[in-house]
Structures are given as structure tokens and as C-alpha cells.
């Protein structure tokens, strides 16, 4: 999914991914307090390092466990 209009959106893979060079990091849970406060301020402070090797890039994929 990517944000379009506002909304989330569907993308397939093979057209997010298509001749690009991409960081994709997993994170356990959506939204959850250690990985807002633990995992992805790393690679937020890392978008610069990223972006200068190359990196088009740098997705979050994440899984929300239904209630």
C-alpha cells in the first residue's frame, strides 16, 4: 500500500520495486511503541547515508494483528 490522494492505496510489488534500488525493512508490528520508538528512527537518521549509496527507495513493511 502508498499513500495516493490521501488514501492507501494498492501497489504491486513488481511496479513499487521495478528499476529501483530499494531499502525494505521489516518490522514485527504496525504502529506499536517499540517500533516507533526503537526501529524506525534508525532509518529515518539514516535517509541521508542511504539516499548517497544509491537507494531510490526505503520502504517499511509491517504486519497489524487483527483485534
Known amino acids: 500500500m502508498?499513500?495516493?490522494d490521501g488514501?492507501?492505496?494498492p501497489?504491486?510489488?513488481d511496479a513499487f520495486f521495478a528499476g529501483k534500488k530499494v531499502?525494505?525493512?521489516?518490522l514485527p508490528g504496525a504502529?506499536?511503541?517499540t517500533c516507533?520508538?526503537?526501529?524506525?528512527p534508525?532509518?529515518?537518521?539514516?535517509?541521508?547515508?542511504?539516499k548517497a549509496k544509491g537507494v531510490d527507495e526505503i520502504a517499511c513493511l509491517s504486519s497489524m494483528t487483527p483485534l
Open 31 to 33: 504502529y506499536t511503541p
Open 42 to 50: 534508525g532509518f529515518v537518521a539514516s535517509y541521508d547515508a542511504l
Open 7 to 9: 488514501k492507501p492505496t
Open 2 to 4: 502508498e499513500m495516493q
Open 11 to 13: 501497489v504491486a510489488t
Open 23 to 26: 531499502a525494505l525493512f521489516a
Open 36 to 40: 516507533s520508538a526503537k526501529h524506525v
